[in-house]
């Protein structure tokens, strides 16, 4: 089967503004996308619905308007859409067994709804396979065919474990196909200011921690010569260095590794703080 870009719409203003985030990913991929929306219903009942409910009219109304959006702004992307009754919205995991990745608009914190949002996002991060990538709403360019220009450098949370490889591979990627520059940030809260003596040892550890990142990131940018590295260091801790770095960025990629297991699901401190905190879309991609 071919891969596609999923996304799960809900009809609010942040799952719209993920498709159309998805519609450009794809486009630049050169793959399709997929709008999911998921029809809660009871277990008993959500395979014996007729099509022409009012609730499943409406559902279907709501892609209608969705693909149609896309395609006056992205007339060469191919949209898919899928109607999906299910009990949970767990089912939208094994709902879209094609995706490459899958797209979803997020409220942050906020009221009973932002809630509701916060929770699908949150099992979706914590239990997907695939890259997951959180999209807010934001002031787009209106009328048919407006798009958004590109804008602004991927900035990539870096860790030095083993099988951290597969967020770098996409977050050089993401800055190679939008021709931007990509801020890596590698985070080292156990350095301290030193004064005197202790400051040559500080200063020769600081040194081998650059030299660890750079080594690190050779042999992406040696497999992505076009991208421009930018490479920080930062004192803080890690969920506080990725936030900081995120300001200004187009988009903002991040680790998240461990167990997934488990009845409840759980991010790590680093995916928990970009989703809350920064303004723009978030990709967590699962590694080793």
Known sequence: MRPEITVGLDGSAESLSAAR????????????????HLWILRAMTAQNVPAEHPQALAAQRLLQDAESD????????????EL??????????????????LVLGSQGLGGVQ???????????????????VLVRAHEEPQGPGAVAAPSGPVA?????RPGYERVLAFAFGAA?????????????????????????SEESALQA?????????????????????????????????????????GLLVVGRGGNRTGLTPRIGPVT?????????PVAVVPHD
């Open 21 to 36: 985030w998805a519609a450009r990913e794809a486009e630049l991929r050169g793959l399709p996308v997929r709008l999911l």
């Open 70 to 81: 896309l395609l006056a702004r992205y007339p060469h992307v191919p949209v898919i859409t």
């Open 84 to 101: 999906l009754p299910a009990d949970s919205p767990a089912a939208l995991l094994p709902g879209a067994p094609n995706a490459e990745m």
């Open 114 to 132: 932002g809630y509701v949002l916060g929770s699908l996002a949150l099992h979706a991060v914590a239990q997907s396979e695939r890259p997951v």
């Open 156 to 160: 990539v949370g870096v860790s030095l």
């Open 176 to 200: 190679a196909r939008r021709h931007v520059p990509l801020l890596t940030v590698h985070a080292t809260p156990h350095r301290r200011a030193a004064t005197g003596r202790e400051q040559v």
């Open 209 to 249: 921690d650059r030299q660890e990142l750079h080594d690190a990131l050779l042999p992406w940018r040696e497999k992505f010569p076009a991208v421009h590295v930018v490479e920080h260091l930062s004192h803080e801790s890690p969920p506080r260095a990725v936030v900081d770095i995120a300001p200004g960025a």
């Open 272 to 280: 928990h703080a970009a989703i809350h905190h920064a303004a723009c």
